[in-house]
Nanobody, 117 residues
Framework: QVQLVESGGGLVQPGGSLRLSCVSSGRISGIVTMGWYRRPPGKQRELVASITNGGSTNYADSVKGRCTISRDNAKNTVYLQMNSLKPEDTAVYYC???????????WGQGTQVTVST
């Protein structure tokens, strides 16, 4: 199995920044894509950003230009840098890992991000 632990969430004012981190452990050798998803209050979970082993990235339109996903393979860590945060970015943010050979997806426990005055 793969274990994912997120950190870095919190309360921030509109226009502020946060950096989320996700440390992976366990049987991670088959992981091909890491991603960040979020579940806003009362809404379904949605993709924020993803990054492949090759470094290709994908972003939701709502965060393009404001968020950057990156990975440090030596530390088994994926980051989500979020700038110019808006109240609508308020959500629980989840880290995900997709395994290549069977498309299994693993999830972290989530970290709360609240953007408010």
């Amino acid at each position: 199995q793969v274990q994912l632990v997120e950190s870095g969430g919190g309360l921030v004012q509109p226009g502020g920044s946060l950096r989320l981190s996700c440390v992976s452990s366990g049987r991670i050798s088959g992981i091909v894509t890491m991603g960040w998803y979020r579940r806003p209050p009362g809404k379904q979970r949605e993709l924020v950003a993803s990054i492949t082993n090759g470094g290709s990235t994908n972003y939701a339109d709502s965060v393009k230009g404001r968020c950057t996903i990156s990975r440090d393979n030596a530390k088994n860590t994926v980051y989500l840098q979020m700038n110019s945060l808006k109240p609508e970015d308020t959500a629980v943010y989840y880290c995900s890992a997709r395994r290549g050979y069977d498309a299994a997806v693993f999830w972290g426990q989530g970290t709360q991000v609240t953007v408010s005055t």
